[in-house]
């Protein structure tokens, strides 16, 4: 059922000390965090690139329930199992109840009433032979993310033969803020503008010092909606940037930077025990999404990717 057969993904055109984490917790913590070990001035700034992401933990007890990992998904009537042509259909990932998410706390434009549902190749079928990856557009069918709307009917759809659902683990949710990869293009254009992209930029928010800070106040992936990803290697904007413009620009060409710019987190996954979801090594799955595009729920132009340790 897991994906631990998948190689790990290269880091592309990064040093080992880039190999890092988003950090994500309450705007009080991140702003003492900031306070300690950056001027005032450049910890506000730092602190006015935080996004509000929602945080998706397994709901326990009394917990308000806003989606589930695995299990079957309940779709209309008229709506195909989402499947790669030759190689078979996807297996459900998590589905999300917009209605009880706090979407309207977020800076992305989410539907505010209707279910996501995020669907991915895991390559039980195959034992992992087929690897869906951001640069290889032949395999970009095998990651679909669909939109069911709150007025359409629907029923609980059983899984294709020879697919096995991941057990359902309910989720709960949580808004806290996030903040991005000190080696992100944001930060790269708010404290280092004109740098090379991928290089250690000479700035506090790049120092040793801070980076250490960083990872020992929150080194985990986990589940979330919207607000910076949580890469486990490069910013995934950039492999998003990277596979829209066929992996024909090098890192210090500026249209990579500008589309990484155009791409928000839509979701991301992490590895989760409890389901026996293992994505390569230790690793999670992407879903970003163009803001126009969310804005006219078009979630088939949303794109994934997936990183591991």
Not at 178 to 198: C, D, K, N, Q, V
Not at 200 to 228: K, M, N, T
Request: glycine residues 8%.
């Amino acid at each position: 059922m897991s994906s631990e057969t998948l190689a790990p993904k290269p880091v592309l055109s990064v040093t080992p000390w880039m190999i890092g984490r988003m950090t994500h917790g309450s705007r009080d913590a991140l702003h003492s965090l900031a306070l300690q070990h950056l001027s005032p001035e450049v910890a506000e700034k730092w602190l006015g690139l935080l996004r509000p992401g929602v945080r998706l933990e397994i709901a326990a007890g009394s917990d308000d329930v806003v989606g589930h990992l695995g299990g079957l998904p309940a779709l209309p009537a008229t709506a195909e199992w989402p499947a790669w042509d030759g190689h078979g259909p996807l297996s459900l990932v998590a589905s999300i109840d917009c209605t009880r998410l706090q979407a309207a706390a977020l800076d992305i434009d989410l539907p505010a009433a209707g279910t996501l549902l995020f669907f991915y190749f895991d390559g039980q079928l195959d034992d992992g032979d087929a690897l869906v990856l951001a640069e290889d557009r032949e395999s970009w069918a095998g990651a679909r993310v669909l939109y069911v709307g709150a007025d359409e009917e629907v029923s609980e759809r059983g899984a294709p033969a020879g697919l096995k659902p991941y057990p359902v683990v309910p989720l709960t949710a949580r808004v806290e803020m996030t903040a991005t990869e000190p080696w992100h293009p944001s930060i790269r254009a708010a404290f280092a503008p004109g740098a090379p992209l991928g290089n250690r930029y000479d700035h506090p928010v790049c120092s040793q010092e801070f980076l250490d800070a960083l990872w020992e106040f929150d080194g985990e992936v986990g589940h979330q909606i919207g607000g910076h990803a949580h890469s486990v290697q490069n910013p995934v904007e950039i492999e998003i940037a990277e596979a829209v413009l066929d992996g024909e620009v090098s890192w210090d060409d500026p249209r990579l930077s500008e589309e990484a710019g155009n791409w928000v987190l839509l979701a991301q996954f992490d590895s989760e025990d409890a389901t026996d979801m293992m994505w390569g090594d230790a690793g999670a799955l992407y879903w970003l999404i163009r803001p126009e595009d969310l804005a006219e729920r078009r979630f088939e132009r949303a794109m994934f990717t997936w990183q591991c340790s």
